[in-house]
């Protein structure tokens, strides 16, 4: 099989990194343009949705050196696709003229997406285990989840919880509960970043049940808003309660532009939702990303939910505790202290025996 079958992209360029040729593998990678018009272009002209400026990068110290590049990875929006981040891994080496000098250099580009995304997916999964649910409480096992997932999955976020899971209540809470009560039990923001109102923990919320939000998460479905930072005011007031728009728009004018809400349910249980920010400077959430998320945050759940019924029986044993209490305490009949404590009064000796004890009655008879 020659190179212009071969199932992988392969792109030859000169030494001023114009392209000499490609194959019909690395076509499918432009813009539209196909191969044959590429000889002449740069590699940002024809791959503009890659990160053209990396292989380039690397291109000219394979052409200095001499040292091949191999399984150089890259990054891009393939197909115009701005929602979907893919992956390539690229081997890179000189070709040598019959000067011997350096008369240009090969690509060649092999899609390697799934594989990249099952590393993050493991990766991440196993600091979830090792990192989330170190203690029984659930408030700092909230924490502990913003922690793993910024900045590898987001760069802010926050995590709501039902007052029915803090407080420890026996009921388990439903998402068709005409009041679902929120409160803030984690936020985590750039130290560098501007403060937004409302982003403190412990305050709380209310959902509405009419709202977008609230209707996911009774049906455990994410909402992903990856354009958040186009949308009106009057389309977030469509997904969320007032105390919800207020934090949104909030967040909006503090940077954040991209976001992710995943519902953390458990064994059937929904306990909250996992908030994740992306803010000025990062790309936007991918579909990837949110893949990422859900199976991140279903992870995380069942270490909140260990800390919610750790909470609940320990509220219920105390309960029992007080339970079994005497309501009363009746008056003790033991003697005052100062009688109970003081010395017994010594006896007098008698002067016949020397003894202490008092006289034998019939002796006394006698």
Partial sequence: MGLMQAPSGVVIVDTG????????????????IPPAAWPGRRLGEVLPQMDAASLEQSLWQVLATGNPAIDFQVSGHADGDAGRERFWSCTQFRIGGPDGQAAGAACVMREVTGRV???????LADEACT???????????AEELLEVAIPRLADAGGVDLLATVI?????????????????????RWPADGPPFPGSLPYAWSESDPAKLIRQ????GSPVYLPAFGAMTE??????????????????????????????????????????LCRLAGSAPFTIEDLALARDFVSRAAVAVDNARLYTRERATALA?????LPRHIPPSRASTWPAATSPPTPRPRSAATGSTSP?????AAR
């Fill in 17 to 32: 990194l114009r392209i000499a040729w490609a194959n019909q593998a690395a076509g499918r990678l432009g813009e539209g």
């Fill in 131 to 141: 990192r989330i649910g170190t203690t029984l409480d659930v408030t700092r096992t």
């Fill in 320 to 324: 029992l505790q007080r339970g079994l």
């Fill in 359 to 363: 006289p034998c009655p019939r002796a």
């Fill in 167 to 187: 407080d420890g209540d026996r009921h388990a809470p439903r998402a068709h509960d005409p009041e679902m009560r929120f409160q803030h039990a984690a936020v």
């Fill in 117 to 123: 995304l099952d590393q993050r997916r493991v990766a």
């Fill in 234 to 275: 009057q389309q977030i007031k469509e997904i969320t309660s007032d105390t919800g728009v207020d934090r949104m728009l909030a967040a909006r004018r503090a940077g954040a532009h991209s976001l992710i809400f995943v519902p953390l349910t458990a064994r059937g249980v929904i306990m909250g939702f996992v908030v």
């Fill in 216 to 219: 996911r998460l009774a049906a």
